[in-house]
C-alpha cells in the first residue's frame, strides 16, 4: 500500500501572518516546528486518478 496523500491550502500572505501568530500565542511550543497551515484532506489515497482531478483543480 502507498503511502497517504495529504493537500494543504496556500493562503494569502496577511492571513498566513495572522494564523502564525496564533500558531505561536495557543499551540504548544514544543510541538510548535512548522507554520500555521489549513489542511484540506488528510490521508488520500494515493491513486494516480486523484492527483489528476487535483492537477486540473488546482489550474482553474
Known amino acids: 500500500m502507498s503511502s497517504p496523500l495529504v ?7 496577511a492571513a ?9 500565542q ?3 511550543k514544543e510541538r510548535n516546528f512548522l507554520n500555521a497551515h489549513l489542511t ?3 490521508a488520500l489515497p494515493d491513486e494516480q486518478c486523484i492527483l ?3 492537477q486540473v483543480l488546482t489550474e482553474s
Do not use: E, H
Request: proline share 8%; charged share 25%.
Open 7 to 13: 493537500a494543504t491550502l496556500l493562503i494569502a500572505p
Open 26 to 28: 495557543y499551540f504548544p
Open 52 to 54: 489528476d482531478k487535483m
Open 40 to 42: 484540506l484532506f488528510n
Open 16 to 24: 498566513q501572518a495572522y494564523f502564525d501568530d496564533l500558531r505561536r
